[in-house]
């Protein structure tokens, strides 16, 4: 039951954010006077529906995402342009323009999408991203001030029986879990990191060590083991959480988008390396890419307990389960500013272009040249259309098959 716990909380936490993210879109397009005649949370067939003003919300059967329908995405035809194929067909941009004309009520030509502005096609299409990136700055602030981050602190937790093959010193010294760490050879300790310097640069010599246990002072003769690498007591310390800093969440956000961005930068060799370990069966990178099913099985171990955390570690399952949500919602910000067709930044791009040509237009004191014709990219949204599908259906296997595991 742990593991569904887990499952469930990114699915719903992904369909919220999807939702939320398809509202980003919604309300700056009403606002700008753009027709939105449906509003949907998943797919398929409509298990339930209701219309407020212009626009019908519908909660369809298969919750793999959803969508807002913005009438009038794409314009007429500029004239020269081409717009049927040598067989006398429309191409596949004309059939997107005629389809997008036809769905416009009649007098509503005003309020297609592509009349308006750049500028407001810009902000009407980032902010769905953007809702995105607002929602992981939001989940990791609760995670960060809310729960609190994981400081080291001076009580002991686990006492080893060996280090480097030999007897633990501090276990044989008699110190247990529990204890908390006071004095080592005389000298005060004040954190957790400190200690570890001077047990480190003690030398392989006894030293004393002193502890508070339930309120009494015991002392412990220990001698280090040398490791090569400075010396060990053999002891690790308890986690306590203590609330982070705005500062810490800042710098946790940006250290999410450097990493989603570098994973997407080189998303052909991510999706190349998972190819090699499911034909080779080399592990996997664990700082790879996973798809939905991948995040669910990771959310799982989370809850189940299968990520070595012990019982009573209930705040790190819940900081883990909102660190990977609010990665996701990071990742569906950064993916999908990617400037290619039918991803916002394609949609984004093609703002930018005609805002671009409109400029150096007035500059060189030419008439407006009008809306882009982004409908001439329409077969280049289905190529990458395609290979989203493909990426994300070779992701499902490779999580099922051979699951990227936090253990």
Not at 22 to 29: L, N, Y
Not at 111 to 131: E, H, I, N, Q, T
Not at 161 to 189: F, K, L, T
Not at 192 to 211: H, I, K, R, T, Y
């Amino acid at each position: 039951m742990g593991a569904l716990w887990g499952v469930v909380v990114i699915v719903v936490g992904l369909l919220v954010s999807v939702g939320l993210h398809e509202v980003g879109h919604m309300i700056p397009a009403k606002r700008f006077g753009a027709l939105v005649p449906e509003y949907s949370v998943g797919f398929g067939p409509a298990l339930a529906s209701r219309r407020v003003g212009r626009t019908r919300y519908v909660l369809r059967a298969i919750l793999l995402g959803g969508y807002v329908r913005i009438l009038g995405m794409y314009g007429p035809a500029r004239p020269g342009t081409r717009t049927t194929t040598r067989g006398g067909r429309p191409t596949l941009a004309e059939e997107a323009r005629l389809a997008c004309a036809e769905e416009l009520p009649a007098g509503a030509e005003h309020r297609a999408f592509y009349r308006l502005s750049a500028g407001r096609k810009v902000v009407v299409m980032a902010a769905g991203p953007v809702m995105n990136l607002l929602i992981c700055v939001v989940l990791t602030a609760t995670t960060i001030l809310g729960i609190g981050v994981p400081a080291a602190s001076l009580t002991v937790d686990e006492v080893a029986a060996e280090v480097s093959a030999r007897p633990g010193p501090a276990a044989a010294a008699g110190v247990e879990a529990g204890d908390e760490i006071v004095s080592w050879n005389g000298e005060p300790v004040a954190d957790w990191a400190s200690f570890q310097e001077a047990v480190a640069s003690s030398g392989a010599g006894p030293s004393v060590l002193v502890v508070d246990r339930r309120g009494e002072r015991l002392s412990f003769d220990v001698t280090p083991v040398d490791t090569g690498r400075g010396s060990l007591i053999g002891v690790t310390s308890r986690s306590v959480y203590a609330p982070g800093s705005v500062g810490d969440v800042a710098r946790a956000t940006w250290g999410m988008f450097t990493g989603t961005a570098a994973v997407v930068v080189r998303l052909p060799m991510a999706v190349w390396d998972v190819v090699e370990s499911l034909a080779t069966g080399a592990p996997r990178d664990p700082s790879g890419v996973v798809s939905v099913v991948g995040v669910g099985r990771l959310a799982g171990e989370v809850t189940a307990g299968e990520s070595g955390l012990g019982a009573g570690d209930a705040r790190q399952r819940a900081a883990l389960l909102l660190s990977l949500l609010a990665s996701l919602n990071m990742a569906l910000f950064v993916f999908n500013l990617i400037p290619l067709p039918p991803l916002d930044g394609g949609h984004i791009a093609g703002a930018l272009y005609e805002a671009a040509r409109r400029s150096w237009a007035r500059v060189r004191g030419r008439p407006d040249p009008g809306h882009a014709d982004t409908a001439r990219l329409v077969p280049l949204t289905w190529a990458v259309g395609g290979l989203l599908m493909a990426m994300s259906a070779l992701l499902i296997v490779a999580d099922i098959v051979k699951p990227i595991s936090l253990g």
